[in-house]
């Protein structure tokens, strides 16, 4: 067997030929490959490797200046081996082994195939233009054709876009688990994550679709995207859907049906997703009889929280007595208005001097009163719910005779339909009286 001795520092060869220029051209300073002809004699397990064929191993570049052949009955591979002598000599010998060594020479691999019995030519450099290795341009153009990354895309497997493994384009053609029934699809993989975004070919109804996949786990709901922007269609998602579903940023989507959660039955829902612990979500009421604002959150460990309502001025109901209020003495005295100042939910009744609430939920509710007290005695304003004493809103006791000002508030639960009531009462001899008397509700 020819044996090739090189000194790589120096690019000296000893018993070959210098074809660097023609190496630099096909495969640079450090590649791998074969060009030139291997033949098999017959039937037989000979193998020879022709007159003229090179090697390139890294850098070290072998010239066949006769035929190499090779007994191949108990072997599979035609090999070049290469050992190292620092500091910088490199031996090439061609030779037949069964099995390839993992080690490597110096820079290069100990064992470069340039046969495989079974598969035939390795690393392969043929002669021609328009070769790339082992492949030729329309090979390679095949290859990647075939990920939807030029010319034409092509179907998912199977037809169905959760069969789709690795990154590319690809059609959709009435496609299993796809949003619609033309279009085509981006999927994109990292690891065993996975994101596709779906684009419709429907000249008059474009729209894009998105969905993701975590690790083994099922794909998520697909979530539309408007071609004006961010915006989720209102037939995806209703008010129980799991948070982490949403995509992050800025969403919003209309809501069109009675339940689901939502506060109201027409809406617009405004999402803001930073992650699974910073998302708020928004409902603006659409109906003009009963518009509003909500807001709740999502974290990831506890789920949705409970809605909660935006304070308005329409949500205050206020009731004004200016006219003087005679309280007999230790009597609770219910207080009636002569004057309505808010009312927008139609909360407040003056004849009665009742606040009838409208929802279940949290008021807050305060009271005023100038009150004529005599010496040592005391004076309250009270909240009354459904005919029964709540809490003490006010109470004042008077070191002299003297006007005082009684000011008190109370947050109180309620259902839909409870009233509420003020009282005054004073504990002196005499009748007192009460005057200029503000009774305000406001809704939670």
Known sequence: MAI???????????????????????????GIGFRGEIIQSGTTD???????????IG????????DESFDLASSRYIVIETTYTAPDFY??????????SSETAGEVPKHVPIYDKTLGIQNDLKKGAGRFGAYTKEEIENWVKSFGLAGNAAPPPNNDLNDIVETGAYIIGVSA??????????????????????ISSSASAISMHIRKKSGVGAWSAW?????????????????????????????????????SNWPKALGTVLNIRNSDSRFTQWFFGHAPATPGAWYRHWYSGSGWSPWYEVSTTDRVGSMHRPSVLSASPSVYTKVVFDETWHNAKGWADRTTGRFTVDKTGYYKFSAYATVYMEANKTAQLSLYKNGSLYRHLAN???TNSAYQQLVGFETASANAGDYFELYARQTGQYTNDFKSIRFICEGA
């Open 4 to 30: 090739k001795v090189f000194n790589y520092t120096d690019d000296k060869y000893i018993e070959a030929e210098d074809t660097r220029a023609e190496r630099i051209a096909l495969i640079g300073n450090k």
């Open 46 to 56: 000979t193998y020879t490797v022709k007159e003229g064929s090179h090697a390139f």
């Open 59 to 66: 850098g070290l570049s072998i010239r066949f200046l006769s």
């Open 91 to 100: 031996s090439c010998t061609i030779l037949a082994v069964n099995e390839i």
């Open 177 to 198: 688990n796809a949003p619609f029934d033309y279009g085509s699809v981006f999927h994109i993989r990292r690891n065993n994550d996975a994101t596709q975004l779906a």
């Open 223 to 259: 979530l539309p995207i408007n071609a004006e922007g961010l915006t989720l269609a209102s037939n995806v998602l209703n008010g129980n859907t799991d948070g982490s579903t949403y995509p992050r940023g800025v969403t919003s989507f209309t809501v069109a049906a009675e339940g």
């Open 396 to 398: 004042s006791e008077a």
